[in-house]
């Protein structure tokens, strides 16, 4: 493989990420390259190892550059995130059992956290139409029976105020939820990002060592 080969297999590696993003980095392999020199160029590529590597690094490392920006809503950009990662680890080269494994237990944790909101949103929903026929029954039955009206209608605000404090304490949980993860994310994205730098500091002083 030559530095040719390498930045095409790259690009192609790419092509699903946003054109402003293959173009930067490719502009930055290209530019690495140069540093390094023709009489150098085996042992960059040595250094950098496979393209689908090097692409799968770069496609979390635009995860991280989803979580960082604010004007996107946190679910949003965390969903993102979570695709441009799985789409970086399908794109490496590891063995497809691990890959398969990684699914699954992301997919198994997403459908978890949904169905754990989903049917406590369900319940919130069922509780409020509830409170809200307890309401009905207790107007209607306010000259028939004056006592037994003033039990539904109390059953039905108090069934009302529980269902709107439980649904804003769901959804702010949710949301505290959703924001660790895309915490948890960006930690372990960067930190993968500061072994790929250490790794191609290495490469680059292995090479500039030769020189010498």
């Known amino acids: 493989m030559n530095r040719e080969v390498f930045i095409d297999e790259l690009r192609k590696e790419l092509s699903k990420l946003p054109e402003e993003e293959v173009e930067a980095a490719v502009e930055y392999y290209e ?66 059992p691990l890959i398969i494994v990684f699914l699954c237990i992301a997919i198994a944790a997403i459908a978890v956290f949904i169905s754990c909101v989903a049917g406590i949103i369900a319940c919130l929903i069922g509780a409020a139409a509830a409170s809200i026929g307890c309401l009905v029954i207790g107007a209607l039955a306010t000259v028939v029976a004056p006592a037994t009206a003033c ?41 993968r990002k500061l072994r790929r730098e250490g790794s191609a500091d290495f ?7 030769e020189v010498r």
């Open 31 to 96: 530019e690495y390259f140069d540093e390094a020199g023709e009489d150098n160029e085996d042992n960059v590529i040595k250094a950098l190892g496979n393209p689908k590597k090097v692409a799968g690094q770069i496609k979390s490392e635009y995860a991280v550059k989803l979580l960082d920006d604010d004007d996107i809503p946190v679910a949003k950009k965390g969903f993102a995130a979570a695709k441009w990662i799985i789409i970086g680890i399908c794109s490496a080269p590891v063995s497809i």
């Open 151 to 191: 039990l539904f209608i109390g059953i039905g605000l108090m069934g009302l105020g529980v269902s709107a404090v439980l649904g804003y304490l769901v959804a702010k949980g949710t949301k505290e939820v959703v924001k660790a993860s895309v915490r948890a994310v960006r930690k372990m994205l960067e930190k």
């Open 203 to 209: 490469g680059k002083w292995n090479y500039d060592k």
